[in-house]
């Protein structure tokens, strides 16, 4: 299997919604040009920042349909899936294999906490209904809970042809290192889900990373892997501490209302985050709207 689109910033891009919280399409279409137009490398339809856990299956697959759509081959698209039950999460699996997706993104179980066992037989039914498609772990265990273990990364990794990859949004840079270090023998890409990470994260041997910030600021984001791509490394290490306080200011708000935040003070227009979450307000949106314009971001 094909790897070597697994790269890059892939963006988790954000669902905008109308004031009825309807799906936006004229917006979604909008913010898909956008994000290509300014440098990604890859569009993650509903990870953690695209809200999928406010959606319902038939608002899911028409949103992915003109995110497809209106991609239209420029940049590989995949889907994210967070389905606690395994049968919903391989429903949604064929029916994003079924619409084009490159790959899919499956997140471990939230609010349950399975066993090691419980967990490999969750990834390996899914990743066996589409064996086909490339599927990469996401490990999140600040919204579910609990770790991906590096020995149930591994495992699955060297069993199951089609697990290829994983973006790892733990913040612990020992854990990332031993997703990479032990999957180095094999072909799997790991990429960084801390958008303060992209720089070490690709200094271990991360492939690249998933970040929300590049729905804001797609060409500072993406210059971070393209100078180090490109053997400037002092240029890629200054980006990465350009966008850490602007990504830094995020944390007071409530998840995942920042990225929307952000992304309407700078006149993206995506509507608010779906109820129960709200815009941010007061101190925290300010703080985030200095720490924008004390990048100097604005007037570049």
């Given at each position: 299997?094909?790897?070597?689109?697994?790269?890059?910033?892939?963006?988790?891009?954000?669902?905008?919604?109308?004031?009825?919280?309807?799906?936006?399409?004229?917006?979604?279409?909008?913010?898909?040009?956008?994000?290509?137009?300014?440098?990604?490398?890859?569009?993650?339809?509903?990870?953690?920042?695209?809200?999928?856990?406010?959606?319902?299956?038939?608002?899911?697959?028409?949103?992915?349909?003109?995110?497809?759509?209106?991609?239209?081959?420029?940049?590989?698209?995949?889907?994210?899936?967070?389905?606690?039950?395994?049968?919903?999460?391989?429903?949604?699996?064929?029916?994003?294999?079924?619409?084009?997706?490159?790959?899919?993104?499956?997140?471990?179980?939230?609010?349950?906490?399975?066993?090691?066992?419980e967990l490999y037989d969750h990834f390996k039914a899914v990743s066996e209904a589409i064996p086909n498609t490339p599927v990469l772990l996401y490990n999140n265990p600040g919204k579910t809970g609990?770790?991906?273990?590096?020995?149930?990364?591994?495992?699955?990794?060297?069993?199951?042809?089609?697990?290829?990859?994983?973006?790892?949004?733990?913040?612990?840079?020992?854990?990332l290192s031993e997703y990479i270090r032990r999957t180095r023998d094999i072909e799997f890409n790991v990429l960084a889900g801390k958008d303060t990470l992209i720089f070490p994260g690709l200094c271990?041997?991360?492939?690249?990373?998933?970040?929300?910030?590049?729905?804001?600021?797609?060409?500072?984001?993406?210059?971070?892997?393209?100078?180090?791509?490109?053997?400037?490394?002092?240029?890629?290490?200054?980006?990465?501490?350009?966008?850490?306080?602007?990504?830094?200011?995020?944390?007071?708000?409530?998840?995942?209302?920042?990225?929307?935040?952000?992304?309407?003070?700078?006149?993206?227009?995506?509507?608010?985050?779906?109820?129960?979450?709200?815009?941010?307000?007061?101190?925290?949106?300010?703080?985030?709207?200095?720490?924008?314009?004390?990048?100097?971001?604005?007037?570049?």
């Open positions: 299997m094909n790897i070597d689109k697994i790269k890059g910033i892939i963006v988790p891009i954000i669902t905008p919604v109308d004031e009825n919280e309807h799906i936006d399409e004229v917006k979604l279409r909008f913010m898909v040009d956008h994000v290509i137009e300014n440098g990604v490398h890859g569009i993650l339809a509903f990870g953690s920042n695209g809200e999928f856990y406010m959606f319902d299956d038939e608002e899911l697959e028409n949103a992915f349909e003109i995110i497809m759509d209106q991609t239209n081959g420029r940049v590989p698209v995949y889907f994210g899936i967070g389905a606690i039950r395994t049968r919903k999460a391989i429903q949604l699996a064929k029916m994003a294999e079924a619409h084009g997706a490159f790959g899919v993104s499956i997140l471990q179980p939230m609010f349950v906490k399975p066993t090691y066992e609990y770790t991906m273990t590096a020995n149930l990364v591994d495992q699955l990794a060297h069993n199951l042809p089609n697990i290829v990859g994983m973006k790892d949004s733990s913040g612990d840079f020992s854990l271990m041997g991360a492939t690249g990373a998933v970040c929300s910030t590049a729905n804001m600021f797609g060409p500072l984001v993406t210059s971070i892997y393209n100078k180090y791509v490109q053997g400037d490394v002092q240029g890629a290490l200054e980006a990465q501490f350009t966008l850490n306080p602007i990504r830094i200011s995020q944390d007071n708000a409530s998840f995942p209302a920042a990225t929307k935040d952000m992304s309407n003070l700078l006149g993206l227009d995506v509507g608010n985050p779906v109820l129960p979450i709200k815009s941010s307000q007061g101190e925290v949106l300010e703080n985030m709207k200095n720490k924008i314009e004390e990048s100097e971001l604005l007037s570049r």
